[in-house]
């Protein structure tokens, strides 16, 4: 039973051929494309409206030079928000719930923010690293520090977001069998253990979104820093 739990994190295969590329894929033929008409239908509409805004927020606090990343950034964030839904529905697979998938996503954008820092304004990005008016004994130790948080950074992002969908799905397959078990001897215990897991299932949703928000809204944080 208990690792019955953690199949669900498994990558799907069929004849040894892992699908987690065709997970990856399938959302975007999800979004709807826009049109060359003058009038859009409601959807196209709201999903036009929703990336206006949310790019002209992730925007505001960055330089013109940071706009090039506008376009990245807000792709990621459509591709999150769609992989960390789809994965609520029953018998998908969730490929952000994989440490390997959500690190291969941050370590290197990440790395890109570090690298335009240092070759546009090296100065600026490395005086990061030493804050102003340290008194001279601690400069060695606050460089080591600020170094290792530095390093922390790609590894904090790829986790948070590993560990917030892992856990939400176990807690929804835990309270989802519980029911499932209490439902033929105690049916009110059942039907109360199945609100909360409609509860949670809500909370999920927006877990899901927030999560992806966060993700992209830290590596616009990191970009604000060296442009």
């Not at 065709?22 to 036009?48: D, F, Y």
């Not at 790609?154 to 892992?166: E, H, K, S, Y």
């Not at 949670?200 to 944080?221: C, D, K």
């Amino acid at each position: 039973m208990i690792l019955s739990f953690f199949d669900q994190f498994m990558s799907p295969t069929h004849l040894g051929i892992p699908l987690i590329a065709l997970a990856l894929s399938l959302p975007w033929v999800l979004i709807p494309t826009p049109t060359n008409r003058w009038l859009n239908n409601r959807l196209l509409t709201l999903q036009g409206w929703f990336i206006n805004r949310f790019t002209q927020q992730l925007m505001l606090p960055i330089n013109l030079g940071g706009h090039k990343w506008a376009v990245l950034l807000t792709a990621l964030m459509l591709l999150l928000i769609t992989l960390n839904l789809l994965g609520l529905l029953p018998y998908t697979f969730t490929p952000t719930t994989q440490l390997s998938l959500n690190m291969g996503l941050a370590v290197p954008l990440w790395l890109a923010t570090v690298i335009i820092g240092m070759r546009n304004q090296p100065t600026a990005a490395l005086g990061h690293l030493l804050p102003e008016g340290t008194p001279i004994p601690l400069i060695p130790v606050l460089i080591v520090i600020e170094t290792i948080s530095l390093f922390i950074r790609p590894l904090a992002l790829g986790v948070r977001l590993t560990a917030n969908l892992t856990a939400g799905h176990l807690l929804i397959q835990l309270i989802a069998t519980a029911a499932f078990v209490l439902l033929p001897m105690m049916p009110t215990v059942a039907i109360l253990t199945s609100t909360v897991l409609f509860l949670l299932t809500l909370l999920e949703v927006a877990v899901a979104m927030i999560q992806a928000y966060v993700f992209v809204l830290l590596l616009s944080l990191y970009l604000q820093e060296n442009v």
